[in-house]
């Protein structure tokens, strides 16, 4: 990945989840060498998101990105 930048970061609240539970809505876009181009949002828990600082938060969401399209993550 070329690019990957952190857009928002919001709460996502029972509307979003449906569960009753609170977690961070993070937003992300990522780019590519072949130029395409993809962005979407992952959910992290609001204990492990209070647990991450930030420089830690981007690799968290390529990682989770990474798994989301079935790709495996070296030492995990």
């Known amino acids: 990945m070329n690019s990957l930048q952190i857009t928002t970061i919001t709460l996502a609240n029972n509307d979003d989840l449906g569960n009753g539970s ?7 876009t990522g780019s590519f060498p072949d130029g395409t181009h993809t962005e979407g949002f992952i959910l992290l828990s609001e204990e ?6 930030f420089s830690d938060l981007k690799n968290t969401i390529g990682n989770k990105l990474i798994e989301n399209l079935g790709g495996q993550i070296n030492g995990k």
């Open 48 to 53: 492990d998101f209070l647990k991450t600082n």
């Open 22 to 28: 609170t977690e961070r809505k993070i937003g992300y």
